[in-house]
């Protein structure tokens, strides 16, 4: 077990540096580099020269690399120079928002999803089975900004029941979390419901039923945990995912989250904070996929034995 | 007494047998004969969507007809059931020593009660260190194991019957021997019944008392174990039991016969066994024949059964 964390740990830090590396990279090949972008079209020649002296952008790639690098391992991003304040503390100030929406969309999602995965899959081909299929299939289909206008539309401006926009209370958080949790609830019916009408076949099944078991007893008891384990590590993806910014959502609400700092520092070249954020972001995947995985191997005694070799 | 059938294809058709206390009863036939359906029908473990016709008589109650709930309770309690492939049937994620004991934790036994009678249990059916292997996972097990943990689990409610499906099918063949002398030892140390589906002739001959041999999905052939493999009454058997010069010593599979074995979906018209038989006339073409007692204590399902040479 130690064995197994402290090697997933060692390669998750080199998925980090892989996606630092990236983000150098591909924040470069961007055409207008952020001298250009932070002093307008009016600036002069000499002006832009100077702030990219001061930025170090006319150093050669390597040099930029290495100290960036070398910044990164210090977690120092630099500063925003939009904010003129550590690009860090200016995604951490966000991350908790968004962490939140999360958390709510994927409690949602997990409960509703089970619930949904376990009755459909119970008795394939059901009229249940079929009846959650469809539902689920919409759930998946309906673009979430759409949901997301039309629950504005209808819950904050017809019924006046619960705030459009912002943050910062449960009730601003029910429509965003909902709007998200919908597609979400359905990825984890549909992994459910095929877990679990894999799991009814298997022969384990009849012999619990052999012991006198009702259905309920067998589906709560042998069925749904052996089914469980493609749906952990699909939430853990999911909420990584979410963590990178419901962009959309957050947009839709004005929810202040990660989602909307990332895409205004993409746009306006804000290097650091675009790092800062995409650092934290893999790393919470990173996190969120081992989580996953030593929950599966507490599940599955037999991934255990595997992680083992 | 168990005649069931009826559904897209009737799969099993006017089968009857009887269990007595305390005897072995074999269900013997090549796979596909409704074996395995005859068995889990008693205890109403059939696919779903299965429908089935007759009675099903357990002491003096019809299965066929009681409640769900009832079933239930003759589940596990009144009847046990050992499953072919012990890998398969055990829960691959939960400890030996749960699903051995979890019947009885399930009709409130206290915890401490539960574990030292799974321990009495395992070291029952001849696992070695029960306290070393109690929790340990099916896959941490050998073959033999498995299927000793699988009798544990069958035993654990006290079943008066406990029916074994290809018990030893999926094991080598020296386990297959210590696990049969197992089985024969809790009939005779414990009284308890056993319906013992095999296609195995050799495990018949040692554990049956009584055998029913079965052909897509009709009784082709029933009684004395010994007395219907050694002088068979139907053509079918006397094809299995001549395949096996001496029943008695060899590992004998009920295989390798000429032509294929009819499929109770699409099941030959009159006698079943026509198209294989060696005997067959016209009348086996269009009349089935009926199970009928051509000497004492002894039934077979052929035309001219009398003409039947060992
Ligand atoms: N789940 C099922 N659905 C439909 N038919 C089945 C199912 N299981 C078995 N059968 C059919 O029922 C017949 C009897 O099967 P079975 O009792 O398993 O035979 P045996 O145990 O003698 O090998 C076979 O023809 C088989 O194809
Ligand atoms: S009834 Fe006819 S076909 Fe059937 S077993 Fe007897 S002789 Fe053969
Ligand atoms: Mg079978």
Known sequence: MTYFIVKRLAIGLLTIWGVVTAVFIVVRLAPGDQATVALGPDASAAEVAALRHTLGLDQPLLVQYLSYLGDVVRLDFGDSYRFGRPAMDQVLERFPATAELTL????????????????????????????????????QALPPFWVGIMFILIFALQLQVLPSAGGGSLANLVLPAVTLAIPFTALVARMTRSGV??????????????KGLTETQVLTGHVVKNSLIP?????????????????????????????????SAVGNRDYAVVQAATVLI???????????????????????LEARR | MLPAGAGTGTVLDRVSFVVDAGSTTGLIGESGSGKTMSAMSIVGLLPPGAETAGRIAWKSEDLLTAAARRIRQVRGREIGVIFQDPLAALNPIETIGKQVGEILRRGGMPRQQVRARVLELL???????????????????????????????????????????EPTTALDVTTQARILRLLADLRDREGVAMLLVSHDLRVMAHVADVVVV????????????????EHP?????????????????????????????????????????????????????TDVPVLREVEPGRFSACHFAERVES
Request: with cysteine; net charge positive.
């Open chain 1, 104 to 139: 709510a969309a994927t409690v949602i999602a997990i409960v509703a999803g089970l619930i949904l995965g376990v009755i459909a899959g119970k008795k394939p081909g059901s009229g249940l089975d079929r009846a959650v299929s469809t539902v689920t299939l919409g759930m």
């Open chain 1, 282 to 304: 893999a790393l919470c995947v990173i996190v969120l996929n081992l989580a996953a995985d030593i929950i599966n191997a507490k599940l599955d005694p037999r991934i255990r």
């Open chain 1, 231 to 263: 749906v952990v590590t699909v939430v853990g993806l999911q909420v990584g995912t979410l963590l990178g910014g419901a962009v959309i959502i957050e947009t839709v609400f004005a929810w202040p989250g990660l989602g909307s700092l990332l895409v």
């Open chain 2, 233 to 285: 009454r139907h053509p079918y058997t006397r094809a299995l039991a001549h395949n096996v010069p001496a029943v008695s010593t060899k590992s004998a599979i009920a295989e390798p016969l000429q032509g294929a074995p009819a499929n109770p979906f699409d099941r030959p018209a009159g006698c079943a066994f026509h198209p294989r038989c060696p005997m067959a006339q016209d009348r086996c073409r």
């Open chain 2, 214 to 229: 079965m052909y897509a999905g009709r009784v082709a052939e029933r009684g004395p174990a010994r007395e219907v493999l």
């Open chain 2, 123 to 165: 070291d029952r059916v001849g696992i070695p260190e029960p306290e070393q292997r109690i929790d340990v996972y099916p896959h941490e097990l050998s073959g033999g194991m498995r299927q000793r943990v699988m009798i544990a689990t069958a035993l654990a409610g006290e079943p008066q019957l406990i029916i074994a499906d």
């Open chain 1, 197 to 210: 009408a894999e799991t009814m076949s298997e022969a384990f099944v009849q012999t619990a039923r052999s």
